[in-house]
């Protein structure tokens, strides 16, 4: 398809990627000049084989170049983001919202299949890059060493923003995160942005505690969901909160350094 950046409908930006109405029935997710090639063909890897899994995501279309820019065509899935049915919900509708997001998350930590990059690669590097954290860094590390390599997929990064919802189905989007290895991390770091002190919108500063609270009900709807359908235990999947919070670190997310790093100093002892 000979199409030019101009010609195309913008319909999201982030930091690495601006997303583009490509055809009726696709999106293009184009990624931007600091991001070459190597970033593509990575997410492309992922992308392809999710597609080989039954994982509700936008199937993979190729790799494609406009004007000078490499990205990703996927198909379009119709359906507001999850985010903005939660936000507009009451506390009843957000505790359903919570539990059928944990389980998609259980849904997709049930699967195994091959060509996703490790967990403990990814984590590890993550807490390389983490700041604050010279006194625990390698224990935390030592500990991630250990742990068996485990073969779930995981989303890396699934949330309320990353879910669209489709026919009242949830369709998890933004795989470029995912890796293969123990669900539990991967859930624990869904739990943790969701009770994270960080607020993805304004908020007056009268209503932040009535919003705390809400995102708290939120998060234990969420978590004790999630423990109930894989049958993990809760003591298990928070032996993850020193390594998964040290990683988040490295994201340099605003409001959370003080909070993760006491996450991390009251759970390294569990390690």
């Known amino acids: 398809m000979g199409v030019a950046i101009k010609d195309m409908q913008l319909i999201g930006e982030g930091a690495t990627a601006d997303v583009y109405r490509y055809s009726d029935a696709t999106i ?5 000049k600091a991001y070459g090639a190597e970033s593509v063909r990575y997410e492309a890897s992922i992308a392809e084989a999710i597609g080989k899994t039954d994982i ?19 198909d379009f899935v119709p359906g507001p983001l999850l985010l903005f049915s939660l936000l507009g919900s009451n506390i009843p509708e957000a505790v359903a919202i919570a539990k059928k997001l944990a389980a998609l998350h259980g849904a997709i930590n049930s699967v195994r299949t091959g060509g996703l990059p490790g967990q403990k690669d990814r984590i590890s590097y993550l807490i390389g890059r983490a700041e604050g954290i010279d006194d625990t860094r390698e224990k935390i ?18 949330h ?3 879910v ?19 669900g539990e991390g991967d859930a624990l770091r869904s739990y943790l942005m969701i009770i994270s002190p960080y607020l993805p919108i304004p908020i007056p500063f ?13 998060a234990e709807a969420y978590l004790g969901e999630y423990l109930r359908i894989t049958g993990v235990k809760r003591k298990d999947l928070f032996v993850w909160w020193p ?12 409001g959370e350094r ?4 006491r996450k991390i100093k009251k759970n390294v002892r569990r390690l």
């Open 28 to 32: 293009l997710k184009l990624f931007k």
């Open 56 to 74: 509700p995501a936008a199937a993979y279309r190729g790799i494609v170049s406009i004007d000078g820019r490499d990205g990703i065509v996927y």
């Open 141 to 158: 590390l030592a500990w991630l060493a250990s742990r068996p390599q485990g073969g779930a997929v995981c989303h890396g990064d699934l």
């Open 160 to 162: 309320a923003g990353n």
């Open 164 to 182: 669209i919802v489709s026919d009242g189905n949830y369709v998890a989007i933004d795989w470029m995160n995912a890796y293969s290895g123990e």
């Open 206 to 218: 009268w209503k932040k505690p009535a919003f705390t609270l809400f995102k708290k009900l939120v």
């Open 243 to 254: 390594a998964i919070a040290a990683a988040r670190l490295a994201d340099n997310v605003p």
């Open 258 to 261: 003080e909070w993760l790093a």
